[in-house]
């Protein structure tokens, strides 16, 4: 049987205008501000704190994930579609895509199948601009950096040495990890070691992630931490007076962004960090959104629960007050197999033995979910391979955990097939749903906080500091940042920074190279092992598979 590609798929729905979508979150349409027919930024005038506390929301992550990614895009839609299927006003809220994946291996971030937010297209590639303006923003402060060290007047003693910020582009580039800048004399600046991220991992994403209005991202992009001057004072974006014009570039850009589902249902997309090398996850302002107009609100947190889950909860949960009500681990006997030992061209082989091998990853994940007092159920998100076998051992595994395994059907059959993983959802949340509580407290010292994520969360047994990680620490305290949250930079292919370890790996120790700070995003990024903050393109990019008709129809896209 010959299926249709996502992108097909989206390209033959007939969309509804947004302002019909709009109508059944009962927003007005003079509240729109519209980019054309199918897209529109919600105020934040919609927020309502007191509506937020009253409705639920539902946290969709994953087991350690294979290289393609196991479905938790497509299972958030699906189970937003759903809970509407059986009744309750449920919206999703999610990231928004980078090109880097979108152009490089892993594809777009708008589902898959029937499970899809649309225009597709649209979402996947330029979108609102919202990154053209984080990257805009961040690259301002670089060139203001640039253009105070030349400066005679307003000097502020910068030494290029420490600068610590770098530029950012929304491509996977491998030949701007490491650059120099400033060459062919004294007009072009001063000559040194730079270097580019990517932009879901900009400082200015997290910022635009974690505020909480538009007087608190300008405070947080002043409190951008640069560097030192020659007489060892820190310097931060304020001193550049940098923030006013910063705030400007996203004056826009901190907006949600209200699009629909494939069966024309409310969609909240906003912001879109990484979860190995960010917090992975959209910003609290479209949850707040989405929680102000919905009963029942979806959101996702990128690669597995090790990583976006437990950024969600210790990082942006703890920080917004927010209390989720159940959270949704993704699973797909591909992976289990995968972590059961099977190599990648056995991943679509029948193997009871190596899917009953790779549950204890799913295990380990079950066990971390409910540390932090919140009740798990387990979508298998399914896949032509899969074998009533494989599946009903998986059913039966969760079952003696006391957790409810539920087979998710939404690629093939959208909401349809979703409802009785919907079910399930409402089920926890009306008769098992318990207050939710952090795994550390922010204001515990640095190293008692990154113990405590890779003993409690990745099951390593110790932790270890190169020479450089214990001067950052020791910057951190001289900063006066130890009461920042964690948010690890980590391989997202094992619990470990060892990413060739599968299943749930005992017996080792987390090496932590070095800890950035994001001053303004009110955290510290420890590295682990080999993690870059700007990824390369694999030998084949997707890009190559990509076309574009004289009627702007555009194919291979995924």
Not at 321 to 329: D, E, I, M, T, Y
């Amino acid at each position: 049987m010959e299926y249709k590609t996502d992108i097909e798929i989206a390209q033959d729905t007939e969309l509804n205008h947004i302002k019909l979508i709009a109508k059944k979150l009962n927003i007005e349409e003079d509240d729109l501000e519209m980019y054309g027919k199918f897209k529109a930024k919600l105020p934040l005038s919609l927020i309502d704190e007191s509506a937020i506390q009253k409705n639920n929301l539902i946290l969709v992550t994953a087991l350690t994930p294979t290289p393609a990614g196991e479905g938790k895009t497509t299972v958030s839609i699906g189970l937003t579609e759903g809970l509407n299927k059986i009744g309750k006003m449920a919206t999703v809220v999610l990231r928004e895509p980078s090109l880097g994946p979108v152009f490089g291996i892993k594809g777009g971030a708008a589902g898959g199948g029937y499970s899809q937010v649309v225009p597709m297209e649209d979402i996947n590639l330029h979108f609102t601009g919202d990154f053209n303006a984080v990257e805009k923003a961040n690259n301002l402060l670089s060139a203001l950096i640039d253009n105070n060290l030349q400066s005679k007047e307003g000097n502020l003693n910068i030494d290029p040495r420490t600068i610590l910020w770098k530029r950012v582009i929304d491509m996977n580039d491998r030949a701007l990890r490491d650059i120099t800048i400033g060459l062919g004399g004294t007009a072009n600046g001063i000559p040194r070691q730079d270097g580019f991220n990517i932009t879901p991992a900009s400082e200015v994403m997290a910022i635009l992630c974690m505020t909480s209005d538009f007087e608190d991202l300008k405070q947080r992009l002043g409190d951008i931490f640069i560097g030192f001057t020659f007489d060892n004072k820190p310097i931060f974006a304020r001193d550049l007076k940098a923030e006013n014009a910063m705030a400007i570039l996203l004056k826009d850009a901190i907006k949600p962004n209200l699009v629909q589902t494939l069966e024309k249902n409310p969609a909240i997309i906003h912001g879109g960090p990484f979860a190995n090398i960010a917090q992975g996850t959209n910003t609290i302002l479209a949850t707040k959104m989405g929680l102000s107009l919905s009963n029942y609100v979806v959101t996702e947190a990128g690669f597995g629960a090790d990583l976006g889950a437990e950024k969600f909860l210790n990082i942006k949960c703890a920080h917004a007050g927010f209390n989720p009500k159940c959270v949704v681990l993704v699973a797909t006997i591909r992976a289990l197999r995968h972590h059961g030992g099977a190599k990648k061209e056995q991943y679509n082989d029948v193997s009871v033995d190596s899917v009953e091998k790779g549950f204890e990853n799913l295990e380990k994940h079950i066990e971390n979910i409910r540390k932090f007092n919140i009740e798990p159920v387990v979508a298998i998100n399914s896949f032509i391979s899969d074998s009533d076998a494989e599946v009903n051992l998986v059913i039966q595994k969760c079952a003696h955990l006391g957790v409810k395994a539920v087979v998710s059907e939404g690629w093939a059959d959208g909401g349809e097939g979703t409802k009785k993983l919907a079910e399930a959802v409402v089920d926890v949340i009306e008769n098992k749903a318990t207050q939710f509580k952090p795994l550390y407290d922010w204001k515990s010292p640095m190293k008692e906080k990154i113990d405590t994520i890779a003993k409690e969360i990745y099951g390593a047994d110790s932790v270890e500091y190169d020479n450089k990680a214990l001067l950052n620490l020791k910057r951190i305290d001289r900063l006066g940042f130890n009461d920042f949250a964690v948010c690890m930079a980590k391989t997202q292919k094992s619990f470990s920074d060892d990413a060739t370890k599968k299943g749930r790996p005992v017996g080792f120790t987390v090496n932590v190279r070095e800890i950035e700070i994001a001053a303004g995003a009110r955290f510290v990024i420890p590295i682990l092992g080999k993690m870059m903050r700007m990824p390369g393109l694999p030998s084949i990019p997707a890009s190559t598979n990509m076309s574009i008709d004289k009627n702007g129809v555009i194919s291979g896209l995924s």
